[in-house]
T-cell receptor, first 113, second 115 residues
Framework: QKEVEQDPGPLSVPEGAIVSLNCTYS??????FMWYRQYSRKGPELLMYTYSSGNKEDGRFTAQVDKSSKYISLFIRDSQPSDSATYLC?????????????FGSGTQLTVLP | DSGVTQTPKHLITATGQRVTLRCSPR?????VYWYQQSLDQGLQFLIQ???????AKGNILERFSAQQFPDLHSELNLSSLELGDSALYFC??????????????FGPGTRLTVL
């Protein structure tokens, strides 16, 4: 079993829809949680960064972390065709095996105009 | 543009060969990370250097090696190449103290095809 599980999709939604992307993890030592966006043939770019549990909002994007359930989410409101990309969750911690940044396999999202 | 540069963009070679991938971090960044991204394995951490010293090792094969030079650029050497080594290789850099919790800025990647 992988340390970080992410539904690979593909996920296809109409423009304006609310998108929910999720990851689950098994290592309770993870403390820092990130979402990266990767456009086709490009390197990943950091979208959201959260520490420990809670919510963080940035424009149309909201990241949620539930450490008790070992579950993180990224919500995209009013989705746009320009949001079409692969979204990767990533996480790391301060100790032991968690110190290495571990990525989910990515969810491919297409927003249809 | 993240400020991280990688060369070459594409590389096509044959099995058994050796190649070198190059990465220049963002100006002032001391840490360089190498990742391999393949369709079946996703983005896998290979190795990290901080100011010229190896800081952390991930799932890096013994056929692979890396180094970081005094000017902070880094090279990833892949030898005895196999078909399964075909992948995108990314370099990332950070400005912090070398923790993997620091925000990583990724380069555009090198696409390696082994025939």
């Amino acid at each position: 079993q992988k340390e970080v599980e992410q539904d690979p999709g593909p996920l296809s939604v109409p423009e304006g829809a609310i998108v929910s992307l999720n990851c689950t993890y098994s290592n309770s030592a993870f403390q820092y949680f990130m979402w990266y966006r990767q456009y086709s043939r490009k390197g990943p770019e950091l979208l959201m960064y959260t520490y420990s549990s809670g919510n963080k909002e940035d424009g149309r994007f909201t990241a949620q972390v539930d450490k008790s359930s070992k579950y993180i989410s990224l919500f995209i409101r009013d989705s746009q065709p320009s949001d079409s990309a692969t979204y990767l969750c990533a996480m790391t911690g301060s100790s032991g095996s968690a110190r290495q940044l571990t990525f989910g396999s990515g969810t491919q999202l297409t927003v249809l105009p | 543009d993240s400020g991280v540069t990688q060369t070459p963009k594409h590389l096509i070679t044959a099995t058994g060969q050796r190649v070198t991938l190059r990465c220049s971090p963002r100006s002032g960044d001391l840490s360089v990370y190498w990742y391999q991204q393949s369709l079946d394995q996703g983005l896998q951490f290979l190795i990290q250097y901080y100011n010229g010293e190896e800081r952390a090792k991930g799932n890096i094969l013994e056929r692979f090696s890396a180094q970081q030079f005094p000017d902070l650029h880094s090279e990833l050497n892949l030898s005895s190449l196999e078909l399964g080594d075909s992948a995108l290789y990314f370099c990332a850099s950070t400005s912090g103290g070398g923790s993997q919790a620091d925000t990583q800025y990724f380069g555009p990647g090198t696409r390696l095809t082994v025939l």
